[in-house]
């Protein structure tokens, strides 16, 4: 059973303004379970997401998955396994086809195909922040992620498109993965199916 | 061969009034650079005629301790305005980017003595200093640009490099893109002058040897000599500090640490 598991009940993330930001919590994660993690503006989703990438230094808490702490476990390692897909995609390449060949590289994964409604010569500077999210989540679920941290992945999308997401997401879970989904949206843990996460 | 006939205190009376056109200049367009332009002048002459001095008393002593001790010192200063340079700094930078300086510096340096010029003693304090001198000062300019760029490009580009690191990628391989630019801009400049040195200019080291007297063919093959040199040690300076700069930048999680960084 896969569990991400932040069992110290408190996890001390420290961001980039080097404001300390506290907050308790105590998070499990089960393998093939959804869950949506809601809060106000400015409480801390984001930053719990970067803290469980081992993104941002910690001082307290640990964090496990599958019983390993994140610390014996190569950093870049521990990022492929616990994915984080931010909310703006900076542009990685210049065109579509460059973003996923470089997904497909770090990932060791073979060649992945092209969204649909996206080409691969597409530049990804012209992108639409819709299309830019469309991108990120589709090479992260071609990834070798068990967990995957979804900061609203679906925010610039257009209702079809995101809900074409959203059943992407549920089917890459049902396959075993674990998902951690940021979002503001009050109706989105329904429609998954989802534990409700509140901040 | 004739020496240069030397500049007494009124031929150096008559070229400091030369600075008086820049005065006027300054006073005709309201530049407010009056003052500075005084305490420029006046640290230019002091400091030139305090080397001209202190190297006279070195050249004379003919010890290899005290010339490792003038470069060591030339050195620790290009280091400090190398790192003064920058728009930002970080704990542990003061001592990569004098490492990155004396490293370089003195490897080319080095080498040029022994393996060019193969002098005897190879140490001499009449070409050791002011070749060191020469190869620092060039590489000065590249280290400064090519660590600027660094911690510039580490900061504006913290998305890309985060949103890679994320995708599993190791530190060096998030930061290609940004060191390849890092290093282009710190050696670009001189691979751009030495595309038009001898048509544009005559660089300042063979002028000096021409009115010192010195045959113009051996001047430029010795310039030739100091731009490869300055060349090789700008790039070696730049790989080092830019390196550097990375290292102090993430850590050991191979986290992007930009919290370490501070503007100056």
């Known amino acids: ?199 | 061969m004739t020496t240069a006939p030397d500049i007494g205190p009124v031929g150096l009376g008559l070229a400091a009034a030369l600075i008086a056109g820049h005065a006027l200049t300054s006073m005709a367009f309201q530049l407010g650079l009056g003052r500075r332009l005084v305490v420029a002048a006046v640290r230019a002459t002091v400091q030139l005629l305090l080397l001209g001095w202190a190297l006279e008393r070195v050249f004379a002593a003919q010890q290899p301790v005290l010339v490792l001790g003038v470069m060591t010192l030339m050195g620790l200063v290009a280091g400090r305005e190398a790192l003064r340079r920058t728009t930002h700094t970080a704990p542990g930078l003061g001592r990569a980017t004098t490492l990155a300086m004396l490293g370089s510096s003195f490897l080319v340096t080095t080498y040029g003595l022994v393996a060019v010029l193969d002098a005897e003693p190879w140490w001499a304090p009449e070409r050791a200093i002011p070749i060191m001198g020469m190869i620092l000062g060039n590489t000065l300019n590249g280290i400064a640009l090519g660590l600027d760029a660094t911690l510039k490009g580490l900061e504006s580009r913290s998305g890309e490099i985060e949103g890679l690191l994320a995708m599993g990628a190791s530190p060096a391989r998030a930061t290609r893109a940004l060191v390849q630019d890092a290093l282009r801009t710190a050696t670009l400049p001189i691979v751009n002058s030495m595309a038009v040195v001898g048509i544009v200019s005559i660089p300042g080291m063979m002028t000096g040897q021409i009115l010192g007297g010195g045959d113009p063919g051996i001047a430029a093959r010795y310039q030739l000599f100091i731009l490869f040199a300055i060349a090789s040690g700008t790039a070696l300076g730049a790989v080092l500090v830019v390196l550097s700069a990375r290292r102090l930048l993430f850590d050991d999680r191979e986290r992007l640490r930009l919290d370490r960084l501070s503007p100056r």
């Open chain 1, 1 to 199: 059973m896969t569990r991400l598991e932040v069992p110290a009940r408190r996890l001390e993330a420290q961001a980039l303004t080097r404001e300390p930001w506290l907050r308790a919590v105590d998070l499990n994660l089960d393998r093939g379970e959804l869950a949506v993690l809601r809060g106000p503006s400015g409480s801390g989703k984001s930053l719990l997401l970067r803290a469980l990438a081992d993104l941002d230094p910690r001082d307290a808490g640990s964090l496990r998955l599958d019983g390993v702490d994140a610390r014996e476990v190569p950093p870049g390692r521990w990022r492929r396994q616990v994915r984080l897909v931010a909310q703006r995609p900076p542009a990685l390449a210049a065109t579509v086809r460059g973003v996923l060949d470089l997904a497909a590289e770090l990932a060791g994964a073979s060649r992945m195909e092209v969204p649909p409604g996206l080409a691969e010569a597409q530049p990804v500077a012209r992108l639409s922040g819709g299309e830019a999210q469309l991108l990120a989540l589709w090479s992260a679920l071609r990834g070798p992620a068990e967990v995957l941290l979804l900061d609203e992945p679906t925010s610039a999308m257009d209702p079809e498109l995101a809900a074409r997401a959203e059943g992407w997401v549920r089917d890459w879970a049902r396959g075993g993965g674990a998902v951690l989904w940021v979002s503001h949206d009050a109706g989105l843990a329904a429609r998954l199916g989802a534990r409700e996460v509140s901040l």
